[in-house]
């Protein structure tokens, strides 16, 4: 009799146990599956046109930057921490597998080449991990707790002068997106969808003729010349229309990003150079403002050594802003 009390109380012990323990589980499991998540770019990277920006280039390289941090799920007022990253020219294959215990927040950021190119023997910023150069791992994520892309919120690039030489630009000639998404939970979808802002600028010089000699225009102001806008084509001739435009990162593409007013102001110096050399000099202040061609309109007028200049915004979303500038080459 005894051993039967003893049987019946352990099988009642081992179906309370069972119970308790059908109960608890599936929430602790629930949190600590892991779901392979794919993610893909949205926002202005998907709408916005090549034109008027900028005009489409042949082959041109684009890469994907991607931070990932994560915090526990049951915290949500606890900081992020730092999990993983990846450089992509492949955004296929732009996956990864996330433990379910946390809610995630993701930094991204696409360049894409335009006038100025990436080098061919290094990618560096703003994909760089940690300051180190980061073109080792193309493709897939690296989960990591100390490594990260550190540069993708600056516009500054590493670019090819030519084929051995290179050089880190304030203001690189490409064409930037970034943008963040934040308080994601893998267990409710696998798929996520990072809204871009585009983060360029753009200037077109329109020079109507050259009556006689030669045009030039730079920057003016620059402290070097990797902190200043290029141009390509920095000078004009001839009586016939000419027009010249690039587009510009913003020197920080995070700023650019945060702030829907964001702009920057740059002085443009021109030259005149009369065809008895004989040089004036006339400039004008503008201010860029993001995803707008600023376009200046330069026009040289007769043999009294005068010259006029005007400036208006051409974007396919705005309205189109003309501000007329006088020069008087006669000093009158």
């Not at 897939?140 to 880190?168: H, P, W």
Request: with cysteine; charged share 20%; net charge negative.
């Amino acid at each position: 009799m005894k051993i039967a009390r003893l049987l019946l109380f352990l099988l009642s012990v081992i179906t309370l146990t069972a119970c308790s323990s059908s109960d608890d589980e599936p929430t602790r499991n629930y949190r600590k599956n892991y779901y392979t998540v794919t993610l893909s770019l949205g926002g202005e990277y998907v709408t916005v046109t090549e034109e008027p920006m900028s005009k489409a280039q042949t082959n041109a390289k684009k890469y994907v930057g991607i931070n990932i941090y994560c915090k526990p799920a049951g915290n949500p007022n606890s900081d992020y921490s730092h999990y993983a990253y990846g450089v992509f020219d492949n955004t296929d294959k732009m996956s990864i597998s996330l433990p379910g215990e946390y809610i995630y927040k993701f930094e991204c950021t696409s360049a894409k080449e335009a006038d100025d190119t990436f080098p061919n023997s290094v990618l560096s910023q703003p994909f760089t991990v940690n300051n180190y150069y980061s073109a080792l791992n193309l493709n897939q994520f690296v989960v990591s707790s100390s490594q990260y892309l550190c540069d993708i919120k600056s516009g500054r690039t590493l670019v090819a002068l030519d084929s051995e030489n290179m050089e880190l630009r304030t203001y690189p000639r490409m064409d930037r997106f970034y943008g963040e998404l934040d308080n994601y939970d893998p267990s409710e979808i696998q798929s996520v969808t990072i809204p871009l802002k585009r983060t360029v600028f753009g200037i077109k010089i329109t020079v109507e003729g050259v009556p006689d000699g030669s045009l030039t225009w730079k920057q003016k102001g620059a402290q070097s010349t990797n902190q200043s806008l290029i141009f390509s084509h920095g000078s004009a001739s001839g009586n016939s229309q000419q027009e010249y435009s690039h587009i510009y990162t913003f020197k920080s593409v995070y700023d650019c990003w945060n702030n829907a007013n964001h702009s920057e102001n740059f002085i443009i110096q021109f030259t005149w150079t009369r065809s008895n050399n004989f040089q004036q000099t006339f400039e004008k202040e503008i201010t860029v403002k993001r995803n707008v061609m600023s376009v200046l309109n330069v026009s040289l007028k007769g043999t009294d050594i005068a010259a006029g200049i005007g400036i208006d915004e051409e974007t396919s979303d705005m309205v189109t802003e003309e501000i007329p500038v006088e020069f008087d080459g006669q000093g009158n």
